[in-house]
Protein backbone atom coordinates (compact mmCIF):
# COMPACT_ATOMS: atom_id res chain seq x y z
CA UNK A 1 0.00 0.00 0.00
CA UNK A 2 0.88 3.80 -0.92
CA UNK A 3 2.17 5.80 2.05
CA UNK A 4 0.39 8.75 2.98
CA UNK A 5 1.66 11.86 4.81
CA UNK A 6 -0.56 14.50 7.12
CA UNK A 7 -0.10 16.97 9.01
CA UNK A 8 -0.10 16.22 13.14
CA UNK A 9 -2.32 18.72 14.20
CA UNK A 10 -4.80 21.14 13.10
CA UNK A 11 -7.16 23.71 14.46
CA UNK A 12 -10.32 25.01 12.82
CA UNK A 13 -13.21 27.17 14.41
CA UNK A 14 -16.91 26.00 14.68
CA UNK A 15 -18.76 26.46 12.11
CA UNK A 16 -16.23 27.27 9.62
CA UNK A 17 -14.87 24.56 7.13
CA UNK A 18 -11.85 22.22 8.01
CA UNK A 19 -9.96 21.08 4.88
CA UNK A 20 -7.64 18.59 5.70
CA UNK A 21 -5.03 17.53 3.21
CA UNK A 22 -3.59 14.09 2.73
CA UNK A 23 -0.34 13.74 0.20
CA UNK A 24 0.43 9.98 -1.60
CA UNK A 25 2.48 10.55 -4.32
CA UNK A 26 3.22 6.72 -4.62
CA UNK A 27 -0.30 6.23 -5.07
CA UNK A 28 -0.82 3.17 -7.73
CA UNK A 29 -3.65 3.41 -10.72
CA UNK A 30 -5.86 1.03 -8.83
CA UNK A 31 -5.47 2.58 -5.18
CA UNK A 32 -8.48 4.24 -3.76
CA UNK A 33 -8.22 7.05 -1.37
CA UNK A 34 -9.88 6.52 1.80
CA UNK A 35 -10.62 8.84 5.33
CA UNK A 36 -11.60 7.07 8.61
CA UNK A 37 -11.95 9.25 11.78
CA UNK A 38 -11.33 8.43 15.46
CA UNK A 39 -13.06 9.99 18.03
CA UNK A 40 -11.27 9.54 21.11
CA UNK A 41 -12.04 6.05 23.14
CA UNK A 42 -14.04 5.21 20.10
CA UNK A 43 -13.37 2.79 17.40
CA UNK A 44 -12.52 4.86 13.92
CA UNK A 45 -15.24 5.78 11.64
CA UNK A 46 -15.57 5.25 7.65
CA UNK A 47 -15.75 8.96 6.34
CA UNK A 48 -15.49 8.71 2.59
CA UNK A 49 -13.74 7.46 -0.48
CA UNK A 50 -12.65 8.07 -3.93
CA UNK A 51 -10.73 6.97 -7.02
CA UNK A 52 -10.07 9.85 -8.52
CA UNK A 53 -13.24 11.71 -8.97
CA UNK A 54 -14.17 14.32 -6.12
CA UNK A 55 -16.99 12.92 -3.90
CA UNK A 56 -19.41 13.99 -1.13
CA UNK A 57 -21.55 12.14 1.03
CA UNK A 58 -23.31 13.36 4.26
CA UNK A 59 -20.52 13.57 6.29
CA UNK A 60 -17.68 15.24 4.16
CA UNK A 61 -16.20 16.06 0.41
CA UNK A 62 -13.07 14.29 -0.59
CA UNK A 63 -11.30 16.58 -3.05
CA UNK A 64 -8.65 14.79 -5.10
CA UNK A 65 -6.18 16.11 -7.12
CA UNK A 66 -5.81 15.41 -11.32
CA UNK A 67 -2.24 13.90 -10.45
CA UNK A 68 -3.68 12.04 -7.66
CA UNK A 69 -0.66 12.61 -5.69
CA UNK A 70 -2.88 14.07 -3.05
CA UNK A 71 -6.26 14.82 -2.00
CA UNK A 72 -8.32 17.37 0.73
CA UNK A 73 -10.85 16.31 3.01
CA UNK A 74 -13.57 18.83 3.46
CA UNK A 75 -15.68 19.17 6.70
CA UNK A 76 -18.24 22.05 5.55
CA UNK A 77 -19.23 23.43 8.67
CA UNK A 78 -17.22 22.02 11.74
CA UNK A 79 -18.87 21.38 15.30
CA UNK A 80 -17.25 20.40 18.35
CA UNK A 81 -18.19 16.99 17.76
CA UNK A 82 -15.95 16.88 14.66
CA UNK A 83 -13.14 17.00 16.74
CA UNK A 84 -10.67 13.40 16.37
CA UNK A 85 -7.95 11.79 14.19
CA UNK A 86 -8.66 12.24 11.26
CA UNK A 87 -6.86 9.22 9.05
CA UNK A 88 -6.13 9.11 5.36
CA UNK A 89 -4.90 5.91 3.75
CA UNK A 90 -4.75 4.31 0.55
CA UNK A 91 -5.16 1.09 -0.87
CA UNK A 92 -6.76 -1.20 -3.48
CA UNK A 93 -10.26 -2.14 -2.88
CA UNK A 94 -9.35 -5.97 -3.79
CA UNK A 95 -5.97 -6.97 -3.46
CA UNK A 96 -4.20 -10.30 -3.40
CA UNK A 97 -2.96 -10.28 -0.24
CA UNK A 98 -6.28 -9.38 1.37
CA UNK A 99 -7.76 -5.83 2.14
CA UNK A 100 -6.59 -4.69 4.97
CA UNK A 101 -6.18 -1.54 6.36
CA UNK A 102 -3.16 0.49 7.84
CA UNK A 103 -3.33 3.60 9.96
CA UNK A 104 -0.78 6.40 10.09
CA UNK A 105 -0.61 9.00 12.42
CA UNK A 106 -3.40 10.70 11.16
CA UNK A 107 -3.81 14.86 11.89
CA UNK A 108 -5.39 15.53 14.84
CA UNK A 109 -8.11 17.86 14.44
CA UNK A 110 -9.20 20.49 16.98
CA UNK A 111 -12.94 21.97 16.47
CA UNK A 112 -12.52 25.46 18.43
CA UNK A 113 -15.71 27.09 20.01
CA UNK B 1 -27.86 -3.84 12.71
CA UNK B 2 -26.12 -3.57 15.91
CA UNK B 3 -22.87 -3.13 14.23
CA UNK B 4 -19.26 -4.40 15.17
CA UNK B 5 -19.78 -6.23 18.79
CA UNK B 6 -16.85 -6.86 21.13
CA UNK B 7 -16.70 -7.86 24.60
CA UNK B 8 -15.91 -7.40 27.72
CA UNK B 9 -15.46 -3.56 26.98
CA UNK B 10 -12.80 -3.06 29.97
CA UNK B 11 -10.69 -5.94 31.43
CA UNK B 12 -8.11 -5.22 34.46
CA UNK B 13 -6.17 -8.72 34.88
CA UNK B 14 -3.59 -9.61 36.75
CA UNK B 15 0.61 -10.40 34.73
CA UNK B 16 0.43 -13.75 33.78
CA UNK B 17 -3.26 -14.32 33.87
CA UNK B 18 -5.22 -15.77 30.25
CA UNK B 19 -7.27 -13.13 28.75
CA UNK B 20 -9.59 -13.55 26.09
CA UNK B 21 -11.51 -10.98 23.80
CA UNK B 22 -14.35 -11.56 21.81
CA UNK B 23 -15.96 -10.42 19.06
CA UNK B 24 -19.33 -10.52 16.80
CA UNK B 25 -18.57 -9.01 13.29
CA UNK B 26 -21.56 -7.79 11.03
CA UNK B 27 -24.01 -10.20 9.96
CA UNK B 28 -22.76 -11.12 5.73
CA UNK B 29 -19.48 -9.68 6.36
CA UNK B 30 -16.28 -11.88 5.44
CA UNK B 31 -13.63 -10.59 7.03
CA UNK B 32 -12.54 -9.86 10.05
CA UNK B 33 -9.57 -7.93 11.55
CA UNK B 34 -7.89 -7.44 15.03
CA UNK B 35 -6.18 -4.43 15.70
CA UNK B 36 -4.47 -2.88 18.78
CA UNK B 37 -4.08 0.76 19.68
CA UNK B 38 -1.44 2.06 21.75
CA UNK B 39 -0.17 6.08 22.45
CA UNK B 40 3.23 4.73 21.30
CA UNK B 41 2.68 2.74 18.31
CA UNK B 42 -1.17 3.77 17.13
CA UNK B 43 -3.51 1.27 15.72
CA UNK B 44 -1.52 -2.26 14.45
CA UNK B 45 -3.83 -4.57 12.20
CA UNK B 46 -2.57 -7.81 14.13
CA UNK B 47 -4.57 -10.34 11.91
CA UNK B 48 -7.11 -10.66 9.65
CA UNK B 49 -9.26 -13.07 8.48
CA UNK B 50 -11.11 -14.23 5.29
CA UNK B 51 -14.28 -16.50 5.39
CA UNK B 52 -13.14 -18.02 8.45
CA UNK B 53 -9.41 -18.41 7.34
CA UNK B 54 -6.62 -16.09 8.71
CA UNK B 55 -4.97 -15.07 6.22
CA UNK B 56 -2.23 -12.87 7.79
CA UNK B 57 -1.42 -12.99 11.22
CA UNK B 58 2.51 -11.18 10.53
CA UNK B 59 1.31 -8.27 13.49
CA UNK B 60 0.72 -10.83 16.28
CA UNK B 61 3.62 -9.87 18.31
CA UNK B 62 4.29 -13.19 19.63
CA UNK B 63 3.64 -16.89 20.33
CA UNK B 64 1.43 -15.82 23.49
CA UNK B 65 -1.21 -14.35 20.99
CA UNK B 66 -3.57 -16.07 19.24
CA UNK B 67 -6.51 -15.67 17.25
CA UNK B 68 -9.87 -18.02 16.31
CA UNK B 69 -12.93 -17.50 14.37
CA UNK B 70 -14.72 -20.81 14.64
CA UNK B 71 -17.68 -19.47 12.46
CA UNK B 72 -18.85 -16.92 10.18
CA UNK B 73 -19.79 -14.58 13.36
CA UNK B 74 -17.52 -15.06 16.50
CA UNK B 75 -14.37 -14.43 16.51
CA UNK B 76 -11.62 -14.68 19.66
CA UNK B 77 -8.15 -12.96 20.39
CA UNK B 78 -6.51 -14.71 23.46
CA UNK B 79 -3.28 -13.69 25.36
CA UNK B 80 -1.69 -16.44 27.24
CA UNK B 81 0.19 -15.32 29.62
CA UNK B 82 -0.38 -11.52 29.94
CA UNK B 83 1.67 -9.00 30.31
CA UNK B 84 1.68 -5.03 31.88
CA UNK B 85 2.95 -4.34 28.05
CA UNK B 86 -0.26 -5.58 26.46
CA UNK B 87 -1.96 -2.78 27.97
CA UNK B 88 -3.99 -1.77 24.64
CA UNK B 89 -7.26 -1.02 23.51
CA UNK B 90 -8.11 -3.80 21.04
CA UNK B 91 -10.52 -3.25 18.19
CA UNK B 92 -12.08 -5.80 16.10
CA UNK B 93 -13.18 -4.82 12.49
CA UNK B 94 -15.34 -6.43 9.67
CA UNK B 95 -15.88 -5.59 5.88
CA UNK B 96 -17.66 -7.07 3.33
CA UNK B 97 -14.41 -6.79 0.77
CA UNK B 98 -16.26 -4.03 -1.10
CA UNK B 99 -15.03 -0.40 -1.35
CA UNK B 100 -16.95 0.56 1.47
CA UNK B 101 -13.75 -0.18 4.29
CA UNK B 102 -14.48 -1.63 7.58
CA UNK B 103 -17.05 -1.23 10.05
CA UNK B 104 -15.35 -0.97 14.27
CA UNK B 105 -16.24 -2.21 17.20
CA UNK B 106 -15.61 0.11 20.54
CA UNK B 107 -13.04 -1.83 21.33
CA UNK B 108 -11.49 -3.54 24.56
CA UNK B 109 -9.34 -1.70 26.92
CA UNK B 110 -7.25 -4.23 28.61
CA UNK B 111 -4.87 -3.20 31.71
CA UNK B 112 -2.28 -5.71 33.03
CA UNK B 113 -1.28 -5.04 36.54
Known amino acids: DAKTTQPPSMDCAEGRAANLPCNHS???????VYWYRQIHSQGPQYIIH???NNETNEMASLIITEDRKSSTLILPHATLRDTAVYYC??????????????FGTGTSLTVIP | DAGVIQSPRHEVTEMGQEVTLRCKPI?????LFWYRQTMMRGLELLIY????????DSGMPEDRFSAKMPNASFSTLKIQPSEPRDSAVYFC???????????FGSGTRLTVV
Open chain 2, 49 to 56: FNNNVPID
Open chain 1, 89 to 102: IVRAPLSNTGNQFY
Open chain 2, 93 to 103: ASSDRGYYGYT
Open chain 2, 27 to 31: SGHNS
Open chain 1, 50 to 52: GLK
Open chain 1, 26 to 32: TISGNEY
